[in-house]
T-cell receptor, first 116, second 114 residues
Framework: DTEVTQTPKHLVMGMTNKKSLKCEQH?????MYWYKQKAKKPPELMFV???????INESVPSRFSPECPNSSLLNLHLHALQPEDSALYLC???????????????FGEGSWLTVV | DQQVKQNSPSLSVQEGRISILNCDYT??????FLWYKKYPAEGPTFLIS?????DKNEDGRFTVFLNKSAKHLSLHIVPSQPGDSAVYFC?????????????FGKGTKLSVIP
């Protein structure tokens, strides 16, 4: 089983709204990630959690706030977003945050976010 | 500066023939390479990977070749099937402290024609 589950699949929110994206994996992976992907572009790393602690923040604006309640769950809290934040938000996980042969990142199906 | 390059934005192949997707990289510290396949409106699906200590890895219809001296890898799909039509991303990770980070190429859109 290499499943990473993301909800919701689609989200439309206004610029003053507060919403959250959720991600879950039950593979026992201890590293979880948020990526952002715009159309016809590769995924861009936003955050890395390792053993439930935020280890990497790739200079993401504070209107995106990640949270890792436990080793299986990862949330992305959204507040005061801009229309240019509209994108596919991908959650991913791997056994640890040290990628190597046999330790691969597995992606969820993504949450399509539209900011109006 | 793009460290992982997929110079062909698109590729069309007849069903049953071989598809060859190419990827070049510039950073000699990359030591693990992956291929992902992505359908529209879905997240990337892991296909196959190769460590820098190998030059070939095979999994069913998919084979990845790595030429370290040329800093080049390729994904071979044989025989190609219409369901293989998707965008294929090459990705690489660094040895050591930067190994959490995947650097992606821009992708190649493969169309397999029935």
């Amino acid at each position: 089983d290499t499943e990473v589950t993301q909800t919701p699949k689609h989200l439309v929110m206004g610029m003053t709204n507060k919403k959250s994206l959720k991600c879950e994996q039950h593979m026992g992976h201890r590293a979880m990630y948020w990526y952002k992907q715009k159309a016809k572009k590769p995924p861009e790393l936003m955050f890395v959690y390792s053993y439930e602690k935020l280890s990497i923040n790739e200079s993401v604006p504070s209107r995106f706030s990640p949270e890792c309640p436990n080793s299986s769950l990862l949330n992305l809290h959204l507040h005061a977003l801009q229309p240019e934040d509209s994108a596919l938000y991908l959650c991913a996980s791997s056994q640890t945050d040290r990628l190597s042969s046999g330790n691969t990142i597995y992606f969820g199906e993504g949450s399509w976010l539209t900011v109006v | 500066d793009q460290q992982v390059k997929q110079n062909s934005p698109s590729l069309s192949v007849q069903e049953g023939r071989i598809s060859i997707l190419n990827c070049d990289y510039t950073n000699s510290m990359f030591d693990y390479f992956l291929w992902y396949k992505k359908y529209p409106a879905e997240g990337p699906t892991f296909l196959i990977s190769i460590s820098s200590i190998k030059d070939k890895n095979e999994d069913g219809r998919f084979t990845v070749f790595l030429n370290k001296s040329a800093k080049h890898l390729s994904l071979h799909i044989v025989p190609s099937q219409p369901g293989d039509s998707a965008v294929y991303f090459c990705a690489a990770s660094l040895r050591g402290a930067g190994s959490y980070q995947l650097t992606f190429g821009k992708g190649t859109k493969l169309s397999v024609i029935p």
